[in-house]
């Protein structure tokens, strides 16, 4: 049977894109257990943020990794009820919440980075078998986007189609 989405052409990038990424996301969350990973796969960019930069809030934090607030903060809350991050108030603000690596979240990065370097490997012989170099043209398309935002370019192409017709 050929597949329903295929058939619908780049229209349905997005859906594609989710499909794989719901793949690689789900691949890693059956693997990381059986190397001793606990962290979800999503919040792995967090631990590793806050390791890299110490002690954030969560605007900062959703800035860095270009993620929602909302979805940073669903992040967060899983996080802490694995004991891997905590949150304070910050001395200098009161209104704003840091969060830090607990010791366990730090020895939690130990196993994570192992698994990573396994993790590319996997993920390099993907982008391999996709030819070209398919990690490039990724990249280059979310370049592409935060210069003109995909809003924009659907603007702008259904203008251009009224004005044809």
């Known amino acids: 049977m ?11 990038l997005a859906h594609l894109l989710r499909r794989l990424a719901d793949e690689l996301v789900q691949g890693a969350a059956d693997w990381y257990p059986t190397v001793g990973v606990t962290a979800p796969p999503r919040t792995i960019s967090t631990l590793l943020a806050l390791d890299q930069y110490g002690s954030l809030g969560v605007t900062e934090l959703a800035a860095l ?9 669903t992040w967060i809350k899983d996080l802490t009820q694995l ?27 130990v196993r994570i980075r192992e698994a990573l370097a396994v ?3 996997a993920s390099t012989e993907l982008l391999r078998l996709a030819g070209a170099d398919a ?31």
């Open 2 to 12: 050929t597949d329903f989405i295929q058939q619908q052409g780049p229209a349905f």
């Open 65 to 73: 990794l270009r993620q929602s607030h909302p979805l940073v903060i």
């Open 83 to 109: 004991s891997l991050v905590k949150s304070s108030g910050d001395p200098a603000d009161r209104r704003r919440t840091l969060v830090s690596l607990t010791k366990k979240g730090r020895n939690e990065l």
């Open 119 to 121: 993790m590319e490997q």
């Open 135 to 165: 990690l490039a043209m990724l990249w280059t398309m979310e370049r592409n986007c935060q210069e003109l935002s995909f809003l924009q370019r659907l603007q702008r192409k259904a203008e251009e189609k009224q004005g044809a017709e």
